[in-house]
């Protein structure tokens, strides 16, 4: 391997490694958010390659559900989303603590709406039931259905934050499968010790490559330099 390809190496493995950082902290800073789906990163080495090509995804498994009591807090099990109104479109969320506004309309933890199958869900009542299939009941009454959603096969969710997911509509179908469950919270499905541990295992190795990227380029330096007097 040649003094190029060395520092080419190098560098690649520096930043497939800073990424790696980068996503283990972000996973760590999110361990207490309801509903959050932590992002992995995994290196493979296909053909010739002799540094880490980076692949990123974000691992949508099922998360624990902890169970709280409080009537709106929200949590899906199995494999759907809630539908949110904001002001950029209609988005994605796996549920967390809901609330009412002045006007009754039930929304998120931030004043958007959840929405229902005929579009904004308004509770009036001094009671709210929330069925598995979604049945959102006021005093004994339904009300309206949760919009209960799920790509399509083969679909890309985007995060966008605050456990929030971007999809095109046409993308999107009634979820069958997935139940509501009220009085419940979905943590973030990571295991924190081990996201710790991950973080002390990259620190390590990001000084190593520093260190080597260095030596190279100061042979680098001095090959060039030896070429100048010639």
Request: no cysteine; charged share 25%.
């Amino acid at each position: 391997m040649n003094t190029f390809t060395g520092i080419l190496t190098a560098a690649k493995t520096m930043s497939y490694y800073s990424r790696r950082q980068e996503i283990t902290a972000n996973n760590l800073a999110n361990a207490g958010t309801a509903g959050f789906k932590a992002d992995r990163l995994v290196a493979h080495r296909p053909g010739d390659y002799d540094s880490p090509v980076p692949v990123e995804a974000t691992d949508h498994s099922q998360g624990s559900l902890r169970t709280t009591r409080r009537t709106l807090d929200l949590a899906l099990e199995g494999r759907g989303y809630l539908t949110i109104e904001t002001p950029w479109g209609d988005r994605l969320s796996r549920g967390g603590s809901l609330k009412l506004d002045g006007e009754g309309r039930l929304t998120t933890d931030e004043g958007y709406p959840v929405l229902g199958e005929q579009g904004s869900i308004l509770l009036q009542g001094a009671t709210i039931e929330i069925d598995p299939d979604g049945t959102v009941r006021s005093d004994g009454q339904p009300v309206d259905r949760l919009r209960l959603v799920v790509p399509n096969e083969g679909v890309t969710l985007m995060k966008e934050g605050s456990s929030r997911y971007v999809v095109p509509p046409t993308e999107l179908t009634q979820a069958e499968s997935v139940q509501v469950r009220q009085g419940q919270l979905e943590e973030a499905n990571l295991n924190s010790i081990g996201g710790v541990g991950a973080l002390g295992e990259n620190q390590p190795a990001h000084p190593a490559r520093a260190t080597g990227l260095r030596a190279l380029d100061g042979v680098l330096g001095s090959v060039t330099r030896d070429i100048a007097r010639v």
